[in-house]
């Protein structure tokens, strides 16, 4: 299917033309190259059928672009763009993924300097020849030579819980602005995808030009890559780049739909949209001319004969189809969590006592929380020996009898987060696992084992009646550990056989397991648990991010035991 070939030439025609300031032409380019991206039958089919006339008839191609299109098919090139593309011969989408560089400074920078590519632009700028440049300047320069600094580390990507608090900060201040008078974080924060790029902030206002004032001076910023009238762009100390646009109120749910993404779901939805005859932008929904849609996402997911879709689902991976049959799932709430089972308290790795730990349970509403101490294997972490764990129940067993004196419902649980050896056996005495109230197990040592191996190891351990549920099961950490070898499909079913549960440990650099592996787990009829792993009590709060990724890998609240009151989720344990 050539559709997407085209799609890319078309996008780097309209930059050629761009560049060479042509007027309209390079908007005609991008809307075909957008139809293009979206379209569902293969181009070659349309011209075999109908020909150049059938090319015509397909929404945003002309006569001039249809000729283009029937020269690429039969000759496998488009001289017009062989011609552009001679007369600047550079490499476009590597130098336009450079913030602040547009066509038409390319253009100056390949005429004066011959800049062609990244590597080229990145030694130009450290040899100061672009500063002194007609319209550049110290300051481009430096501009320059950070955003290319930027597309270097980890191709610019930030966890989501390094970024979400401040989001949320700056989310805030701009929400009690008095000219603001709506406003939405979109894009893959609104998704809470476990790595974020960019920051994409929606607002309705009618002073624009005031809420970019305060956006652009707020604190914090080091960096403003462009400012407009209703468009501005920043970077923030912390490293991360934020958009905000602000639209006017008829469009508002188009633009939250369009810039909330995935792209790969917009571009589903928008054929579904063409297939009904309508026009989906981010300016709304159209039949014709007419705005049928716009003002509010459920009006346009509803118009499209479909029910609304949780941003977290947002990723073409079936929620279309599901939502078009109004059969999605109903995922977990945010506030489904009744207590979090994996917590370590100051008798091993943890900062806080049990008491405090239990004090902001109960402030986060829980109705249980689950204290997993680290066992003696762990020595840096200070692991619990037999005589320790008995010495910690007798504290629990003491803080749940004042909790019953006053009346009150909550209770600690005690478990502990045993260390899976690498021959699968637990580093503690099954006496002593048995009286605990649950057991967590986890790898935390010989990550590098042959797949067999390790899939036996874990196996070994889901077989112990006194193992209820494996922490941080794939072991990856977010940019710098990949999974263990593992044949997780053996795991999940092993799992389900012996009723062990798997863990959404909602760590930041871990959310393990993963969206995809959450589904997996759920459509296998595998439990799972969200806990934070804390290790100071502030990090309670990630569980908001075990609870995305939850959501993410489309979990329901039956398929979370955490989720159950006490009674009820004492019963997924094995004992
Ligand atoms: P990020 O920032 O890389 O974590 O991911 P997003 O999803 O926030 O992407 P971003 O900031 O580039 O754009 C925000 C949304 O705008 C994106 O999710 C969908 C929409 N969008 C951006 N570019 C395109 C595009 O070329 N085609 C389509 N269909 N949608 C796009
Ligand atoms: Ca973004
Ligand atoms: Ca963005």
Not at 242 to 263: C, E, H, P, W
Not at 425 to 431: L, R
Not at 519 to 528: D, H, I, L, Q, S
Request: positive net charge.
């Amino acid at each position: 299917m050539k559709n997407q070939e085209l799609a890319k030439i078309f996008y780097e025609i309209a930059g050629y033309l761009e560049m060479e300031g042509v007027a309209f032409k390079p908007y005609a380019y991008e809307k075909a190259a957008l139809t293009l991206e979206t379209l569902k039958e293969d181009v070659e089919e349309i011209y075999k059928k109908g020909g150049i006339k059938a090319l015509k008839e397909i929404p945003g191609v002309g006569e001039s672009i249809a000729e283009k299109i029937e020269e690429y098919l039969k000759t496998g090139k488009i001289k017009y763009y062989q011609e552009l593309k001679k007369k600047t011969p550079v490499n476009l989408q590597e130098l336009l993924a450079v913030e602040g560089l547009g066509p038409k400074k390319i253009k100056v920078l390949y005429e004066k300097l011959k800049i062609k590519d990244l590597k080229d632009l990145e030694k130009a700028a450290k040899s100061h020849k672009i500063a002194p440049l007609f319209g550049f300047g110290e300051k481009t320069e430096k501009n320059i030579l950070e955003g290319i600094a930027f597309l270097k580390r980890s191709k610019g990507r930030f966890l989501l819980g390094e970024i979400l608090p401040k989001v949320k900060e700056i989310y805030e201040k701009l929400k009690n602005l008095k000219e603001v008078e709506k406003i939405d974080v979109a894009g893959s924060v609104r998704r809470m995808k476990e790595t974020i790029g960019d920051v994409d902030f929606l607002v309705i206002s009618n002073q624009p030009q005031k809420v970019m004032d305060f956006f652009v001076s707020l604190p914090g910023i080091v960096k403003i890559w462009g400012k407009g009238t209703t468009k501005a762009s920043v970077r923030l100390k912390e490293g991360f780049d934020m958009d905000i646009r602000v639209l006017s109120k008829n469009i508002y749910g188009a633009g939250l739909q369009y810039f909330t993404g995935s792209k790969e779901h917009n571009i589903a939805l928008r054929k579904i949209a063409i297939d009904k005859g309508f026009k989906l932008s981010e300016y709304g929904l159209f039949k014709g001319a007419k705005m049928i849609a716009g003002k509010s996402e459920e009006e346009i997911y509803k118009k499209l004969g479909m029910d609304w879709i949780p941003p977290e689902l947002r990723e073409n991976q079936g929620e279309i189809e599901m939502a078009l049959e109004k059969r999605l799932p109903k995922i977990i709430d945010y506030n489904d969590i009744k207590g979090d089972l994996h917590i370590h308290s100051k008798w091993s790795g943890g900062s806080d006592s049990i008491e405090e730990i239990a004090e902001i349970a109960q402030k986060m509403g829980y109705q249980y929380v689950g204290i997993a101490d680290h066992t003696k294997f762990l020595r840096i972490e200070h692991g619990l020996d037999e005589k320790r764990l008995a010495q910690q129940r007798k504290e629990i067993e003491k803080l749940n009898l004042k909790f019953k004196a006053q009346n009150s419902k909550f209770r600690i649980l005690q478990g502990c987060e045993a260390n899976i050896l690498p021959d699968g056996s637990i580093d503690i005495s099954d006496d002593t696992l048995k009286k605990l109230d649950f057991v967590i197990a986890g790898i935390h040592s010989s990550f590098k084992m042959e797949k067999e191996k390790m899939t036996q190891r874990i196996i070994k351990v889901m077989k112990n009646p006194n193992v209820d549920i494996i922490s941080h099961p794939t072991g990856r950490i977010i940019q710098r550990r990949d999974e263990y070898q593992i044949d997780f499909e053996k795991i999940l079913k092993i799992a389900k056989e012996t009723k062990t549960i798997l863990e959404i440990n909602s760590y930041p650099e871990r959310l393990d397991l993963n969206d995809q592996n959450i589904r997996r787990a759920k459509e296998m009829g595998v439990k799972m648990v969200i806990n934070t792993d804390a290790h100071y009590k502030d990090q309670m709060r990630f569980i908001e991010y075990g609870i995305a990724q939850a959501r993410r890998g489309w979990a329901e609240k039956q398929d979370i035991i955490n989720t159950q009151p006490l009674d009820k989720l004492l019963k997924f344990f094995k004992k």
